[in-house]
């Protein structure tokens, strides 16, 4: 059974910082990987997908890596903003068709 | 750009009532997923559509969950009798495809109070 894990649970950073949010899996066989954003109270906004046979995706300030063989994926953030405070949930794409979420990081930029 | 309508967006239901959503995904996607989600956790899969069919089912709790998708485009998932623990995000999603180039797209969700 895949199990998807996300460490920190929960993240306070000053604004303007770059920081990285950890994401993990038990079974690489996968599609794909896909990182959300969720604001509270709200539905999942995709922020990027990262194919099985890709590193990495780059978008604005958004940075994602993906190393398969291991089971990690990181979303990097580049100089943090308190528009960016929201939940970040990864989720991997894998047999049958299922999408499997982490727990999610709660992250809060302090102006 | 294309969304996924959900609607009601909230709902209030007084626990042993019977409380239903709707999902209509992005046109052409013929996978559709109901998705629950508990305040600070992630999403769990309830079930899962290919067209009309129930691809996965395994989680939903089929003593008081139905779901159905009767021409294979929007979707219903129903609630009777609702419990104090139903309360939750319900998620709607669809994909246009399955494989690695292929992500979901998640509507708005639907808040559901019991009390």
């Known amino acids: 059974k895949q199990e998807v894990t996300q460490i920190p649970a929960a993240l306070s950073v000053p604004e303007g910082e770059n920081l990285v949010l950890n994401c993990s899996f038990t079974d690489s066989a996968i599609y794909n990987l896909q990182w959300f954003r969720q604001d509270p109270g709200k539905g999942l906004t995709s922020l990027l997908l990262i194919q099985s046979s890709q590193r990495e995706q780059t978008s604005g300030r958004l940075n994602a890596s993906l190393d398969k063989s291991s089971g990690r994926s990181t979303l990097y953030i580049a100089a943090s903003q308190p528009g960016d405070s929201a939940t970040y949930l990864c989720a991997v794409r894998h047999a049958g068709n299922m999408l499997t979420f982490g727990g999610g990081t709660r992250l809060m930029v302090k102006p | 750009e294309a969304e996924v309508a959900q609607s009601p967006r909230y709902k209030i239901t007084e626990k042993s009532q019977a409380v239903a959503f709707w999902c209509d995904p992005i046109?052409?996607?013929?996978?559709l997923y109901w998705y629950r989600q508990i305040l600070g956790q992630g999403p769990e899969l309830l079930v899962q559509?290919?067209?009309?069919?129930?691809?996965?089912d395994s989680q939903l709790p089929k003593d008081r969950f139905s779901a159905e998708r009767l021409k294979g485009v929007d979707s219903t998932l129903k609630i009777q009798p609702a419990e104090l623990g139903d309360s939750a995000m319900y998620l709607c999603?669809?994909?246009?495809?399955?494989?690695?180039?292929?992500?979901?797209?998640f509507g708005s969700g639907t808040r559901l109070t019991v009390v």
């Open positions: 999603a669809s994909s246009s495809g399955q494989g690695a180039v292929y992500g979901y797209t």
């Open positions: 046109s052409g996607h013929a996978t």
């Open positions: 559509f290919q067209d009309e069919s129930v691809v996965d």
